[in-house]
């Protein structure tokens, strides 16, 4: 069971600083830097932007590409190994310039983009859209081969339910592609 700690914070105040604030990590501890006439308001507040940003750089880095590419290898190994390296693409990468689209494909270079916006959605769902689009290296097309497939990753009913839900809340109409 994940215990949720929360990070001891150690505030320096420098006179050198003027208005800007920093943060960064000294072993278990959030060191965070103020200028010196803050007041206690004003550190309260910025004390939980700074641990708000830095939670968010972690979270980036536990998705970044590379560990993208680290999950499209193992989805490709636990459900279409049987394909060998057929199923292993050159590269996977997230993209911002994917409007309409989940995810894409392209069988010619043999690489995979996923929506920037899949970021924030639980890990099945962009489990979901990278099998799909690791069943593509295989099956190019939409065909009922390609479909049985992808039915291998158990939650793809439930997480195309999640992608249309989030999609009509929305109210843009994102395709799979
Ligand atoms: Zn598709």
Known sequence: MAVERTPVVEVRRSERRRRTVAAYREGER????????????????????????????DKRGVRSDSALMARAHQLATRYLGD???AAI??????????????????????????????????????????????????????????????ARYPKTERARGFLEGVAAVAGTPYAED
């Not at 103020?34 to 939670?55: G, H, N, Y």
């Not at 994917?98 to 494909?105: A, K, V």
């Open 30 to 57: 959030v060191v965070i830097l103020i200028p010196s006439q803050f007041s206690r308001a004003e550190e309260t507040a910025w004390v939980d932007k700074m641990l708000a940003r830095l939670e968010a750089k």
């Open 83 to 85: 394909y060998d390296d």
């Open 89 to 150: 693409p050159a590269g996977v990468r997230w993209v911002t310039n994917q409007r309409g689209r989940w995810g894409s494909c392209s069988p010619d270079d043999r690489t995979i983009r996923l929506s920037e916006r899949l970021r924030d959605m639980p890990i099945w769902v962009s489990d979901y859209v990278l099998v799909h689009e690791l069943a593509h290296l295989i099956e190019p097309n939409h065909s009922a081969a390609f479909w049985r497939l992808v």
